[in-house]
Nanobody, 124 residues
Framework: QVQLVESGGGSVQAGGSLRLSCGAS????????MGWFRQVPGKEREGVAS????????GYADSVKGRFVISRDNTKNTLYLQMNALKPEDTAMYYC?????????????????WGQGTQVTVSS
C-alpha cells in the first residue's frame, strides 16, 4: 500500500522559512516524477513545484520561483520543499504528489498518489 506522509508545516512570520518533507512507504520514488501542490479552502489545488525522477528536470509555479526549492533524496525515499521568503499568500495546505501520469505537471490529475497534507500558515 502506497503511503505518502508530509511533515514540516507550521506557522511562521512573513519572510521566514520552512522545509517540508514527504516520506514514502510501500513505494519507491526513484522511478517517478514527484511534485508539491497547495490548496486553500474554496480554491482549486495548484501545482507548486515538480521534479523528475533523477532530479534533472524541475518546474516551479511563477508565484514561488526564486523562493522555493524542490529536491529529492531517492536513497531516503523522500521529497523536500525548501520554502524561503514566505508570504501570507503562501498560506495553504501543502500536499505531496507522486507517480506522474500526465501533463502538465501542474494539474492535480497528473499525479496518481497523494499525501494527506501539511498546513503552512504565514502571518504578516
Amino acid at each position: 500500500q502506497v503511503q505518502l506522509v508530509e511533515s514540516g508545516g507550521g506557522s511562521v512570520q512573513a519572510g521566514g522559512s520552512l522545509r517540508l518533507s514527504c516520506g514514502a512507504s510501500g513505494y519507491s520514488i526513484s522511478t517517478y516524477s514527484m511534485g508539491w501542490f497547495r490548496q486553500v479552502p474554496g480554491k482549486e489545488r495548484e501545482g507548486v513545484a515538480s521534479i523528475s525522477s533523477g532530479g534533472s528536470t524541475i518546474g516551479y509555479a511563477d508565484s514561488v520561483k526564486g523562493r522555493f526549492v524542490i529536491s529529492r533524496d531517492n536513497t531516503k525515499n523522500t521529497l523536500y520543499l525548501q520554502m524561503n521568503a514566505l508570504k501570507p499568500e503562501d498560506t495553504a495546505m501543502y500536499y505531496c504528489a507522486a507517480h506522474r501520469i500526465g501533463n502538465p505537471w501542474s494539474r492535480p490529475d497528473a499525479f496518481r498518489y497523494w499525501g494527506q497534507g501539511t498546513q503552512v500558515t504565514v502571518s504578516s
